[in-house]
């Protein structure tokens, strides 16, 4: 008989680079699951990594464990809103836009030979530029504490 290799909690918080309290946490968020326990030590299918994998692709796309847990199945496995990943990916795109926007301004400002920025042309037109963003109606949806 073979028996199919699981993971203890020590093993998974290893390979995946996160606290033992953390895996807990998201058990406990229904995020993963773990299959059993051996002795004291929960145990997790080898799959565990792939979806903690997908967990931090998640939040470093900025989704909140919430939004997370609402794409997780019973079994632990993930379906991918694609309505909520291409809206968050249109938000990113806008938020690169308006980064490029001030990094062209900082470097303009950095480099402008002008005695008075203000008596700059083009530092002008970078900061009008740049304020036009900020109008209302303009600005992306900040979900994560955003001004």
């Known amino acids: 008989m073979s028996e199919t290799r699981v993971l203890d909690i020590g093993e998974v918080a290893r390979r995946s680079g ?10 406990s ?32 796309a900025g989704f909140s464990l919430e939004e997370l847990s609402e794409m997780a199945t019973t079994n632990c496995d993930f379906e991918v809103d694609r309505k909520k990943v291409s809206d968050r990916a249109d938000e990113l795109e806008r938020m690169i ?15 402008c030979s002008a005695e008075n920025h203000f008596s700059c042309p083009n530092f002008r037109k970078l900061l009008h530029s740049a304020d036009q963003r900020r ?8 979900t994560h504490g955003g001004r």
């Open 18 to 27: 996160l606290p033992a309290s953390t895996l807990r946490y998201y058990e």
């Open 135 to 142: 109008v209302p109606g303009n600005m992306p949806k900040r």
């Open 29 to 60: 968020k229904r995020l993963i699951k773990s299959t059993g326990r051996h002795g004291l030590r929960r145990v997790f299918d080898p799959v565990v990594i792939d979806q903690l994998a997908f967990i931090s692709f998640g939040r470093m």
């Open 97 to 111: 836009e308006e980064l490029t926007a001030l990094r062209s301004c900082l470097r303009h400002v950095a480099a």
